[in-house]
């Protein structure tokens, strides 16, 4: 199944572990997932919090390299035209590098912000469910009170 693979995402020094059995649950682990899905949400969503910032910085890293790069292609050969030095800037090495890495970033913003979503929605899932089970069990629960009650009330 591929819903059961765990995805790795590298973010600065941390690793961050997208596990879809955190977006699980039946009528047995209803309880279970609703303690635990507001600890998850609240991790994953700091960890989107984080993958904003780190993109955010690698941005201005990349906005920083290309003007610098566009500067030092305009100083040396000052006849180019700025299309052709800015076409210099974007193929540098440095320049190309730093997008990659923005573009990781941004990737792993997706990603988290997918799994954000999922897990809103199994958790919107698990509400509905027990909504549900209330109906259905509840009337079974007074019913079976009812008449112990007035077995009770004959004695």
């Not at 507001?38 to 969503?45: D, E, I, R």
């Not at 610098?68 to 040396?76: G, N, P, V």
């Not at 913003?109 to 799994?115: A, D, K």
């Not at 199994?122 to 469910?129: E, H, V, W």
Request: net charge positive; with cysteine.
């Amino acid at each position: 199944r591929c819903l059961n693979l765990m995805r790795k995402i590298k973010l600065g020094d941390e690793e961050i572990i997208l596990d879809p059995s955190h977006l699980e649950f039946s009528e047995n682990t209803l309880n279970d997932f609703l303690q635990k899905a507001p600890t998850w949400y609240s991790y994953y969503n700091e960890k989107l919090t984080h993958c904003q910032f780190y993109s955010a910085k690698a941005e201005d890293r990349y906005d920083e390299l290309l003007a610098l790069k566009f500067k030092s292609y305009k100083e040396q050969n000052t006849k180019i035209s700025d299309k052709f030095a800015e076409a210099s800037a974007r193929c540098d090495s440095e320049v190309i590098d730093a997008l990659s890495r923005l573009r990781l970033y941004q990737n792993n913003y997706r990603l988290i912000s997918g799994f954000v979503k999922s897990l809103d929605h199994a958790l919107k899932d698990a509400l509905n469910l027990g909504k549900l089970l209330k109906v259905i069990l509840y009337p079974a629960v007074a019913e079976k009170r009812f008449i112990y009650n007035k077995d009770f009330c004959r004695l």
